[in-house]
C-alpha cells in the first residue's frame, strides 16, 4: 500500500470505534480526510444514526458539511464521546506532537472536552523521541515575533516563521501565526518545556499532547495494529 492507502486503511480501523448516537470530535489532516469520507458513507447508508460532529478546523467542517455529517459547536454538549485526530509524531507513552497542519489549538480543545482519543496514522510518524521527526508547532498571537522567537530559542530550539508557499505567514483558524522550533536532539523533558513556553503571554498554545491518547491505530505495510499508552512502540530501522 502507498501512504494515503495506509491512512485510509487507519481510519478505517478507528471508525469501528464509533458508534450510532456518539458525540464525535473530527480532527485535521491527511488521515482525518479519510476518516470524514468513510464516516459520511456510513451515515448516508443508514449504517450510523444520530452521530453529531465538533470539526477542528474549517477545512474539516466544509468536508463534513459535503458529505452530510450533522455538525455542533464545541459546548452544545457537556463532554463528546470520542474525538479521532492524526498526529506528527508518535512517542511512547502515546505522547504526540501535531499541529503541522495549522489546527492546535482547536484539536487540543476538541480533544479536552472529549472522554476519548483516538489517533490514526501511518507507521511513518512513531518516533522514540518527540521533536526527532518534525518541529514543535507553537502558536503565537501576531505580535512582536522577534521577542517570541528570542524566547522560543532561549529553551534551545531553531525556532522559525511557518510560511505559505507564497511566502505569507502560516495562519490557523483564529488568526494566529507559528513559530516551528526544532530542537537539535528533540525533547529531552517534553512536560517542563511545555510547562516553561505556556508560561510566556504571546504564545497561545504548543503542538504538544502529553497523555492525551488513549490509543493509536497504525497503518504499515505489514497490517494494522493499535497502540496504547503501555505498548512497546516498534520503530522503524
Known amino acids: ?3 494515503d492507502e495506509l491512512k485510509r486503511a ?23 480526510r479519510h476518516l470524514v ?16 460532529g465538533v470539526p477542528t478546523s474549517v ?24 474525538t479521532i485526530d492524526g498526529a506528527d ?13 495549522a489546527a492546535l489549538l482547536r484539536e487540543k480543545m476538541v480533544a479536552q472536552a472529549s472522554r476519548r482519543l483516538i489517533i490514526i496514522s501511518d507507521d511513518s510518524k512513531i518516533v522514540s523521541k518527540l521533536g526527532t521527526r518534525v518541529p514543535l508547532p507553537v502558536e ?35 488568526g494566529n501565526v507559528f513559530l516551528d522550533a526544532r530542537y537539535p536532539v528533540g525533547l529531552e523533558d517534553a512536560v517542563a518545556l511545555e510547562g516553561e513556553l505556556l508560561h510566556r503571554a504571546g504564545i497561545v498554545d504548543t503542538g504538544l499532547f502529553l497523555g492525551m491518547a488513549e490509543a493509536a ?6 497490517g494494522v ?8 512502540i516498534p520503530l522503524l530501522s
Open 217 to 222: 491505530v497504525i497503518a504499515s505495510p505489514e
Open 140 to 174: 503565537v498571537v501576531d505580535w512582536s515575533l522577534e521577542a517570541l522567537k528570542t524566547f522560543i530559542e532561549s529553551t534551545g530550539a531553531e525556532a522559525q516563521l511557518r510560511l505559505d508557499s507564497s511566502g505569507k505567514a502560516v495562519r490557523s483558524d483564529n
Open 37 to 52: 469520507d468513510l464516516l459520511g458513507e456510513e451515515i448516508r447508508s443508514g449504517r450510523l444514526s444520530d452521530i453529531v
Open 10 to 32: 487507519a481510519a478505517a480501523e478507528a471508525l469501528k470505534s464509533v458508534e450510532s448516537g456518539m458525540a464525535l470530535g473530527l480532527g485535521t489532516g491527511s488521515t482525518v
Open 89 to 101: 509524531e508518535v512517542a511512547p507513552g502515546l505522547d504526540l506532537i501535531k499541529g503541522l497542519g
Open 59 to 82: 477545512k474539516t467542517e466544509n468536508q463534513a458539511v459535503e458529505v452530510g455529517i450533522p455538525l455542533i459547536e464545541l459546548g452544545s454538549r457537556t463532554e463528546l464521546d470520542l
Open 225 to 232: 495494529y493499535t497502540l496504547t499508552p503501555e505498548s512497546h
Open 1 to 3: 500500500m502507498n501512504a
